[in-house]
């Protein structure tokens, strides 16, 4: 994409933000203690770090790597999400290793360095999860507070359903009831339709059997084809900044301190034999001055799914073996540290299209690009109000399946989906730049119940040194022939009568993608990922004998200590990760919350 998009990025990046109560540096922090302090400000260290502040009695300091993201133009206007990562300023440019089930490519794996953390830089799409998924979470933990019916209350906490930006009449894409009104973050439906939304809806009617419409797949029931909402309040990007922080920014109990990397805890002491872990080391960059920092009563680890599992390694907690050939001395030995990684593959399949009207041509057209923006920057309306895609939908593999018989369903139960499918009005392949010319429009099949497993692993005792970080995708029959299946099912969908006319035919590979064998190339050789790796500091019961932290989120064999992110869910969701890593955040801080008093 787009160059027109990084003169954007370039230009405002330089308008300097008018900041509250924030100190751009550890050096500037005049106070070093405090009750608790939030590592990372993502999507749930700013629930943490905004739901304890609410009280005023406690302190809180929200420690973040990246940079303030206030009065960049770009991490505002929606549709520009995709040009947000990788490699920009606002990423930490995490490669991948070799993947062997890829075909040994890499792939880079963005992740948000930024105040908010990957929910400043991602695609925004939101909903909840399964019910299997918290309910299996709540089984497998021992701790029925995580099952679906207890996680509804955080729902309400959380979502705050808005009009979408076109304020077009939304009956009949939603379920009023599934949604809440009353939380922090704003969702809507989209405000920029486009010609594929009514072809899909179609298809829903005429191939029911298979791709059934789902009439709200936020609320729980997944499966089927829905309409996708989003982080989005009138026509601009809601991250946990703007509606956790943000509000949160004047209270005098709540530091932030931005362009401060943890570079390691430090044992403060022993608590009923266990090693307290209440000090964290702070710096800028590498070689820059390092600062002390104190927590009274807890330390909370919001680093992300990459950030949380190479702290607690730096730390000396992990796996000895992988801790000694780091040069990292071992305090507590946790193999599970950095394991159980699991993920959502996904692969851009693109058609061209009788459609002189894909939003292609905003990418290449500068004077489209200058009409659409000015129009969003004046009325907050318009193309660039959009996401990827307004269409989503969750399915499963037939019963008969013969994979089956040889891997048992790794679904989170009978009503939680196998694979995704996303329809959007335009090339969108993460790994293959949009042609110059042509239009397009693409369905991006994903692996939702994957039976890989991968890992996060540091090489160095230096916490700016790059990790060994292996998904692992596409090692397992079940996960291949899933893919398969999936682009198979794309194809399916797309010969509905509903696209007669519309679709002229398959673009770039797939055009030469046709038996069951040239697919599982195809799909080696272009897939990716949709950014949602979760499980590298698993929960698990209290006396399991794997797991990184109990069902309260403490960290096991510590004192101290708590995770609360994305790397704490055993198995990734049903759902796009924010919306789920948001509810485990708010149920976090009042865990937290409860310790208190
Ligand atoms: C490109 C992209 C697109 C995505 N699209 C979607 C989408 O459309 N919908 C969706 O639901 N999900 C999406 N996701 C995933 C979703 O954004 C993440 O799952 C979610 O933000 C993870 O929340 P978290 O709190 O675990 O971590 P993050 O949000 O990643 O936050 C971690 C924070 O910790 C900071 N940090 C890390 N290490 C340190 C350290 N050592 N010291 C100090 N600070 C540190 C980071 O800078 C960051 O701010 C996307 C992700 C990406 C990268
Ligand atoms: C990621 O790459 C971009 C572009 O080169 C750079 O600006 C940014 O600082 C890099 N991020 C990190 C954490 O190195
Ligand atoms: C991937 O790399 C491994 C190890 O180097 C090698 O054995 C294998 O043949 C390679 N696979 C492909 C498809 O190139
Ligand atoms: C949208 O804008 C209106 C008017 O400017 C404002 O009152 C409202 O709070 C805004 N809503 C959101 C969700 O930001
Ligand atoms: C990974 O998770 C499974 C349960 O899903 C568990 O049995 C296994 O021990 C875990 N592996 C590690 C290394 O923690
Ligand atoms: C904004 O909306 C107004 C009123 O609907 C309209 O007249 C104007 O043309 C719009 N501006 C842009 C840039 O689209
Ligand atoms: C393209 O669409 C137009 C109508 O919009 C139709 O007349 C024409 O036949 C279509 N072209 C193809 C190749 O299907």
Same mark, same amino acid.
């Given at each position: ?8 990025? @370039? ?35 700013? /629930? ?30 929606? =549709? ?70 207890? #996680? ?22 939603? $379920? ?12 809507? %439906? ?9 072809? /899909? ?21 997944? %499966? ?20 956790? %922080? *943000? ?18 805890? %430090? ?12 000090? /964290?080391?702070? *710096? ?5 001055? @390092? ?7 807890? #330390? ?40 159980? #990684? ?30 659409? #923006? ?13 996401? /990827? ?18 891997? !048992? ?20 392949? !993460? ?13 991006? *099949? ?33 996960? $291949? =022939? ?53 499980? *590298? ?61």
């Amino acid at each position: 994409m787009i160059t027109s998009t990084l003169q954007w990025v @370039v230009a405002s990046a330089l308008v300097l933000p008018a900041l509250g109560k924030i100190y751009n540096n550890p050096t500037e922090l005049t106070k070093t203690t405090y009750d608790y302090i939030v590592v990372g400000a993502g999507a749930a260290g700013a /629930v943490v770090a905004a739901r304890l502040s609410e009280d005023k009695k406690i302190s809180v300091l929200l420690v973040e790597a990246g940079i303030s993201d206030q009065g960049i133009v770009p991490l505002t206007v929606p =549709f520009l999400g995709p040009s947000l990562s990788p490699g920009t300023p606002f990423d930490w440019n995490f490669t991948t290793t070799n993947q062997a089930g890829y075909l040994n490519r890499t792939i880079p794996y963005p992740r948000g360095k930024i105040l908010g953390g990957s929910t400043s830089i991602n695609f925004m799409a939101y909903m909840h999860g399964s019910i299997g998924d918290f309910d299996r979470y709540a089984s497998v933990t021992g701790d029925s507070g995580w099952n679906w019916n207890n #996680m509804q209350k955080y729902i309400k906490k959380n979502e705050k359903l808005v009009p979408p930006a076109d304020h077009h009449d939304t009956t009949g894409e939603l $379920i009023p009831s599934l949604h809440s009104t009353t939380g922090a973050l704003s969702v809507s %439906l989209s405000g920029s339709p486009s010609p594929l939304d009514a072809r /899909v809806i179609a298809t829903t009617k005429e191939l029911s059997n298979e791709f059934p419409f789902n009439p709200d797949g936020v609320g729980g029931n997944v %499966l089927g084809i829905g309409y996708n909402f989003a982080t989005i309040g009138n026509g601009t990007r809601c991250s946990s900044v703007t509606g956790y %922080l *943000t509000p949160a920014f004047g209270r005098s109990n709540l530091d932030i301190v931005l362009n401060a990397q943890a570079t390691k805890l %430090l044992v403060t002491g022993k608590v009923k034999g266990l090693p307290s872990f209440k000090s /964290v080391l702070v *710096t800028e960059k590498e070689g820059a001055p @390092v600062r002390t920092l104190t927590a009274k009563n807890e #330390m909370v680890l919001s680093a992300g799914v990459f950030g949380t599992a190479m702290l607690l390694q730096h730390s000396g907690i992990g796996d000895r073996d992988e801790l000694r050939a780091a040069g990292v001395a071992t305090v507590v030995h946790n193999p599970s540290v950095g394991k159980n #990684m699991s993920d959502h593959a996904l692969l851009a399949n693109m058609w061209s299209v009788n459609n002189s009207n894909s939003f292609d041509a905003i990418f290449r057209n500068p004077n489209l690009f200058n009409a659409d #923006m000015n129009q969003w920057a004046t009325n907050k309306t318009g193309p660039m109000t959009g996401t /990827v895609a307004n269409n989503i939908g969750w399915f499963r593999l037939p019963k008969t399946a013969s994979i089956f018989k040889k891997t !048992p369903d790794p679904a989170a139960g009978p009503k939680s989906s196998h694979y995704e499918m996303i329809f959007s009005n335009l090339w969108v392949d !993460p790994i293959i730049p949009a042609p110059a010319t042509g239009n397009f429009m693409s369905i991006t *099949t994903a692996l939702i119940s994957p039976t890989s497993r991968g890992s996060i692993k540091i090489m160095s005792s230096n916490a700016f040194a790059k990790p060994l970080l292996n998904p692992n995708f596409m090692t397992t029959d079940f996960d $291949i =022939f899933t893919m398969v299946e999936a682009v198979k099912a794309a194809k399916r969908f797309l010969a509905a009568k509903a696209w007669k006319g519309y679709v002229l035919g398959p673009a770039g590979d797939l055009k030469t993608a046709n038996t069951d064998d040239e697919i599982a190339t195809y799909v080696r050789g272009h897939a990716a990922t949709v950014w949602h790796a979760a499980g *590298t500091a698993m929960m698990s019961a209290k006396n399991a004998n794997y797991g990184v932290v109990d069902p309260d989120l403490k960290v096991k064999g510590v004192d101290g200590l708590r995770i609360v992110d994305g790397s704490i869910l055993p198995f990734v969701p049903n759902a796009h990760t924010q919306g789920p890593i948001y509810l485990i955040a708010e149920r976090g801080a009042d865990l937290i919350k409860q310790d208190c008093h």
